[in-house]
């Protein structure tokens, strides 16, 4: 069964620095891995997605990382700004299921 | 803006009344999956629909139940409603069941049973 877990579960800093969220997952048999983006009372936006053959992603500030055999992921968000503030999620997409399975995320606020 | 609209934004239901909740997948996805989020977690799977029938389903019991219909859209149907079931109710669709497919979520549907 997989399991999901985010590293830190909240963080807080300022303007300009260079962050650093872990996905780690227990099931190394997965096609793909999703980050997803999710402000206060909203739904869920598509950041980034990892085919397992791959080793990152890059979408303007943001770049995302995949390590299948250790079973972690990271995302680096560059030069943090006030609207990156949000809660980030991970979701590895498993061999023989078509659910993602989500971490409980990294809340993340960005204060000028 | 994903393209998949869900309806309502928000409700409040009483226990053991039923209730259901409407998603519109975004144009040319075949794909509907649905989750629900409770407060401080991250979504869970219910089931997911490809071409109007049920292709997996999570560990949610058989008073969650779901349609898709010829033109893609969905819905979810919850009966014998349990205070338990407040939560986000979350529609994603993508293009194909298969891996490879980006998911797009909707905004949910707040559900708050008193």
């Known amino acids: 069964k997989q399991e999901v877990t985010q590293i830190p579960a909240a963080l807080s800093v300022p303007e300009g620095e260079n962050l650093v969220l872990n996905c780690s997952f227990t099931?190394?048999?997965?096609?793909?891995l999703q980050w997803f983006r999710q402000d206060p009372g909203k739904g869920l936006t598509s950041l980034l997605l990892i085919q397992s053959s791959q080793r990152e992603q890059t979408s303007g500030r943001l770049n995302a990382s995949l390590d299948k055999s250790s079973g972690r992921s990271t995302l680096y968000i560059a030069a943090s700004q006030p609207g990156d503030s949000a809660t980030y999620l991970c979701?590895?997409?498993?061999?023989?299921?078509?659910?993602?399975?989500f971490g409980t995320g990294t809340r993340l606020q960005v204060f000028p | 803006e994903t393209g998949v609209t869900q309806s309502p934004t928000h409700l409040i239901k009483t226990r053991g009344q039923q209730v259901t909740l409407r998603c519109s997948s975004q144009?040319?996805?075949?794909?509907v999956s649905w989750y629900q989020q409770a407060l401080g977690q991250g979504p869970q799977f219910i089931f997911q629909?490809?071409?109007?029938?049920?292709?997996g389903r999570g560990n949610f019991p058989p008073r969650f139940s779901g349609l898709q219909f010829p033109n893609y859209s969905s819905e979810l149907n919850v009966n014998a409603l349990e205070l338990d079931d407040s939560a986000l109710y979350l529609c994603a669709s993508s293009l194909g069941a298969g891996p490879g497919n980006t998911i797009y979520f909707g905004e949910g549907s707040w559900l708050t049973v008193v």
């Open positions: 979701a590895p997409l498993s061999y023989n299921t078509d659910k993602l399975i």
């Open positions: 144009s040319g996805h075949n794909t």
């Open positions: 629909y490809y071409r109007e029938e049920e292709n």
């Open positions: 099931d190394s048999a997965i096609y793909n």
